[in-house]
């Protein structure tokens, strides 16, 4: 493929290190860094439901880990994820229709899914304190 | 005679058109509505321990909605998941390996989860 103009000495096109990290470029970045992200998530996901098909013993395990202080941390940052990726696709699913493509519209949509996200996050997490009604 | 029909005929290099494409976008809106009731049913009900967990899980709805959830991520992560391969990983030999664990992975995870949540629902 290209690999023999490579060898020539041809100069490669500038890539990413040309460009002042822009937010827009940024949560592009954080889309594709998220969904990855959430392959593992869903490991853990698949942990937990093995984790109650099993039985008492296992699902307290399971239940334990997630519970402790590093598990609660890695938990927040995939619903973090998660959400942060759902605002992703759907903010993809708009420009799939061909619309918000302009400059104002893509700044927009950016901070939108940032703030979104975090906002949603915190959200979750406080109506699931609530409802447990204890830490 | 060649002419862009040729190109449509064959729908493109892969020979598979814009499917990929399509079930992209098909899994994603599927996703929006299953994610938000697989997260809340989990955060609705942290901590409510075991047996009252099972129950709710076991109801026909739930494990039905849970099952389509798995099916739709799977797939939705499978096709991510080889786009970021094709992007990065440059040699053949890697790549079409990687592919071939991605669709593993996936697989496993459906079948898991799968089983997992089958298990729960008939109460066994």
């Known amino acids: ?135 | 005679m060649a002419t862009p029909l040729r190109n449509v005929r064959g729908l493109g290099a892969a020979h598979r058109g814009t499917e990929t494409f399509w079930r992209q976008r098909l899994t994603a809106i599927a996703n929006v509505p299953l994610t938000l009731f697989v997260v809340l049913s989990i955060a609705t009900h942290i901590g409510v321990g075991y047996d009252e967990m099972r129950l709710y899980f076991s109801r026909p709805v739930v494990a039905i909605v849970m099952l389509a959830f798995v099916i739709s991520a799977a797939i939705h992560m499978r096709i991510g998941l080889g786009e970021i391969i094709e992007d990065y990983v440059h040699l053949n030999g890697l790549k079409v390996l990687s592919l071939l664990l991605a669709t593993f992975f996936a697989a496993s995870l459906v079948l898991a989860c799968g089983f997992a949540i089958l298990k729960i629902g008939f109460g066994v």
Do not use: N
Request: glycine share 10%; charged share 10%.
């Open chain 1, 1 to 135: 493929m290209s690999q023999g103009k490579v060898e020539a000495g041809r100069p490669l096109s500038p890539h990413l290190q040309i460009y002042r990290p822009m937010l827009t470029m940024m949560m592009s970045i954080a889309h594709r860094i998220t969904g990855a992200s959430l392959a593992i998530g869903f490991c853990l996901l698949a942990w937990w439901l093995i984790a109650l098909a099993a039985g008492p013993q296992q699902f307290w395990h399971a239940e334990a880990f997630f519970a402790s202080i590093p598990g609660r941390l890695l938990l927040f940052l995939f619903s973090w994820a998660l959400i942060l990726h759902m605002l992703g696709g759907i903010r993809h699913l708009i420009w799939d229709t061909g619309t918000g493509l302009d400059k104002k519209s893509i700044e927009i949509f950016a901070w939108g899914t940032l703030l979104g996200s975090i906002t949603l996050t915190i959200l979750l997490w406080l109506v699931g304190y609530c409802i447990r009604g204890s830490l």
